[in-house]
């Protein structure tokens, strides 16, 4: 401070973070902000006019055709946002608040419907439900003519069990740390137990259903697979990228760039929504005495296990479908019965390409997000400014971009010079990196909010450089958080397909991305198969998820 109370500006430290936090927003600036600002610069231009134009969005808003895929998304989003909060909330008040008989397990089976990417739910129940699916035939033999799973109740129903669990892991999460003396003062004033639940528990608990609410209506919103298998003809934005960009009459990149940035701006609008309903109110308390678990015995405790296990076990049937169905014999028409290995022969001799590149590139991409992920937490908590919070700003920004638009941002960005990357590894491994960066980032900064700064700062004390200190004891302190962040960025890699499908080529293709070119091949079999290995290995990759966290870290 000089005289006269002037403050003195302060040179920056060019220290180890000093260097850190150039070098990752430099990252951030070439992989994330450089292509979707190109992106949005691209959608101002059209290959009919010249120079600067609307006319791209004139085009959105008058035609008939674009206008109807934004009401179908706005259908299809908002309808299973309302039947997964249906499912979820009391599915999250039976396990928080009843002795469910089995909770834990169903606890396992409840992720697993979350981490199984919603198209292979989409075609494992056309495999039951489908025109020529075992239930529908079954059903058959005795007249009865099933609805149709294929179009908008399809669609909506697939969404629905695989994305419930994030209203239930929101909502328990809220549900566990409530301070039961607002119900028991709800109580002593003579409200029933229903009316508690509806003018306490719930406005209470409110903005972390919301918040489950709002993964919901961004997974719809971002997710290609799901519509593209089991729609037939009911397009919806994201479907309608694609379509606009892989047309067969020559693809629309301009076009494709618009839709894109409309996609955004209806998430941004959502997430701005949801912050007005939140800030309206004080929702804040003190949890110093959580609810008891009420005892119930015999039949009563039948009762409230059965839906969980109904919900649980419906949630589950994609995965056991695919697998069972991976065993059966197939030719050109379909299953036709009889257990064998030749599915997993066949994908072994011509597919096996697709399985390596699978997990070799999600295995880079996490040596990078874990790298990036520790250096990033870190700079969030211990390096608090205006830095740190564009950082985490920008970390938490592919959350608000679906795949497939994240894969047009970076085909417009990196299809020309200087920097071409289109139809190579490298940008198939950028864009894991982007998506999937989010879930180490949040985990490990978690857990380095719970670790005492006094550790570090006696490691400094004693002349050690930050630098040392960091790697020497502040990221083995981290890595636990670290590594359960990394384990679901690594579930979410292998499983990508809405990105994938628009970044890859001939010899860059994924397990997905093979899952989905054998459906629309009719090559069922094959299909079964390769969404088995990515069951298998998601499932594992739960469990250990599960061992090392020990319920420390959030699955979301």
């Not at 997964?84 to 396990?95: D, E, F, W």
């Not at 066949?346 to 250096?375: D, K």
């Not at 071409?420 to 999937?436: D, E, P, Q, W, Y």
């Not at 899952?515 to 499932?539: N, P, Q």
Request: charged share 10%; proline share 4%.
């Amino acid at each position: 401070m000089l005289k006269g109370g002037i403050p003195r500006l302060t040179r920056p430290r060019f220290d180890f973070w000093f260097f850190v936090k150039i070098s990752v927003v430099a990252v951030m600036a070439l992989f994330l902000i450089y292509p979707f600002f190109t992106l949005i610069t691209r959608s101002f231009f059209s290959t009919r006019v010249e120079g600067l134009t609307l006319f791209n969005y004139e085009r959105f808003f008058s035609r008939t055709y674009y206008m109807n895929a934004l009401k179908n998304t706005a259908y299809v989003t908002f309808l299973t946002t309302l039947t997964c909060a249906l499912i979820g909330v009391p599915l999250a008040y039976l396990m928080t608040r009843y002795n469910v008989w089995g909770k834990r397990l169903f606890y396992i089976l409840i992720i697993m419907a979350l981490m199984s990417p919603p198209f292979i739910g989409a075609y494992s129940w056309i495999l039951l439900f489908g025109r020529a699916g075992f239930i529908t035939k079954l059903f058959a033999q005795f007249g009865v003519r099933l609805p149709t799973i294929y179009g908008k109740t399809g669609i909506i129903l697939v969404f629905t069990f695989h994305l419930y669990p994030f209203v239930y892991l929101y909502t328990s999460g809220a549900m566990t740390s409530i301070d039961s003396s607002l119900e028991e003062a709800a109580e002593n004033l003579g409200s029933s137990r229903l009316r508690r639940l509806f003018t306490v528990t719930l406005p209470v608990i409110l903005p972390s259903i919301l918040g489950g609410l709002v993964m919901v209506f961004m997974a719809v919103l971002a997710d290609f697979g799901t519509p593209m298998l089991i729609g037939e003809g009911y397009t919806v934005l994201p479907v309608l990228v694609y379509n606009e960009y892989m047309s067969e009459m020559g693809g629309n990149a301009n076009m494709a760039s618009t839709l894109s940035v409309i996609i955004v701006a209806c998430s941004l609008l959502v997430l701005f929504l949801q912050k007005i309903l939140i800030y309206k109110r004080n929702y804040t308390m003190t949890a110093m005495r959580p609810p008891q678990v009420i005892q119930v015995h015999g039949f009563k405790r039948f009762l409230v296990t059965l839906p969980v296990a109904l919900v649980a076990l419906v949630g589950l049937l994609p995965q056991a479908t695919v697998v069972v169905m991976s065993f059966i014999k197939t030719d050109f028409t379909g299953f036709i019965g009889g257990f064998s290995f030749d599915n997993y022969r066949a994908i072994a001799s011509r597919l096996s390409r697709n399985i390596t590149n699978t997990y070799w590139f999600s295995l880079v991409a996490i040596i990078f997000i874990v790298l990036l992920g520790m250096l990033i937490s870190y700079i969030i908590v211990r390096k608090k400014g205006l830095v740190a919070s564009a950082m985490d700003a920008l970390v938490m920004f592919p959350y608000v971009i679906p795949g497939s638009v994240l894969g047009i941002c970076l085909i417009v960005a990196f299809n020309r010079r200087p920097i071409v990357l289109t139809g190579t590894a490298a940008i198939m491994i950028i864009s894991f990196v982007v998506r999937k960066l989010p879930y180490t980032v949040r985990s490990g900064s978690a857990f380095l909010y719970q670790t005492d700064p006094s550790i570090e700062e006696a490691s400094i004390n004693l002349g050690v450089s930050p630098m040392k200190t960091f790697f020497t004891v502040m990221a083995r302190l981290m890595l636990p958080g670290i590594l359960s962040g990394a384990i679901l960025s690594w579930i979410t890699c292998i499983n990508e397909l809405s990105s994938s499908i628009m970044l890859y080529a001939g010899r860059t293709s994924t397990i997905a991305v093979a899952i989905y070119t054998e459906v629309m091949r009719m090559s069922d079999g094959t299909a079964a198969a390769l969404a088995s290995v990515l069951t298998v290995t998601t499932v594992a990759s739960l469990l250990f998820f599960l061992k090392i966290s020990k319920g420390k870290v959030s699955i979301i």
